[in-house]
């Protein structure tokens, strides 16, 4: 009878030890979960921190806006096409702020693609120097506004340049509303890539 008891009892310890050892295996089990539910929500959550100081860093208020335009001395910043082209001959960098299929069909030589919307991430891609000497030019530098189906009242190239500065790119010069005297055919234009579509399209027909 003490042997049966005996047999039990140690039979009764090891299902007791299984079980115990079950539990804090399971208990292991979700510290590790928890673990990694922690991290991956502090992780997100950093990214998502991250991306909001991003945009609060692109965005500018209206009164930050104002000071900044009040600041820029935007007739020294404004270039003739001569000036222009002695600047591109210089090295400027050249950033068109037309629309892509604009800039597709024909651009100043050398240009980038930049369009309106300047963020800092995007004009950091293309220029990641903020000393670097900078051109712009919009549809108003280009073209006669009576040539235009729709003008805009105020130039890309205006609008633009104050944010430029808020963005700390201090060297930034804007090529003039299409001049009325001679010059702007002496800056070089290419034929973008649309241009070159549209051309083997009306061949073929």
Do not use: W
Request: with cysteine; hydrophobic share 40%.
């Amino acid at each position: 009878m003490t042997q049966k008891v005996a047999i039990i009892t140690s039979g009764t310890r090891g299902i007791g030890a299984a079980i115990a050892q079950a539990f804090q295996e399971a208990k292991d089990g979700l510290a590790v979960s928890l673990f990694f539910i922690l991290f991956s929500c502090l992780f997100f959550t950093s990214a998502l921190a991250a991306d909001s100081r991003s945009l609060q860093q692109d965005s500018l208020s209206p009164q930050t806006y104002k000071r900044v335009v009040e600041e820029t001395d935007f007739r020294q910043r404004t270039l003739t096409p001569d000036d222009f082209l002695i600047e591109m001959k210089k090295g400027a960098i050249i950033l068109d702020l037309r629309a892509e299929s604009a800039f597709n069909r024909e651009h100043v030589q050398g240009a980038f693609y930049l369009g309106s919307d300047v963020r800092e991430d995007k004009v950091g891609a293309l220029v990641p120097n903020k000393q670097k000497k900078i051109l712009i030019y919009c549809t108003n530098s280009l073209t006669p506004k009576e040539a235009m189906v729709m003008s805009r009242m105020i130039s890309l190239t205006v609008v633009d340049l104050p944010q430029f500065e808020a963005l700390g790119y201090k060297n930034v010069y804007r090529l003039e509303d299409y001049p009325s005297q001679k010059g702007l055919d002496k800056i070089p234009m290419v034929k973008g890539k649309l241009f070159q579509h549209e051309n083997k399209k009306g061949d073929s027909q």
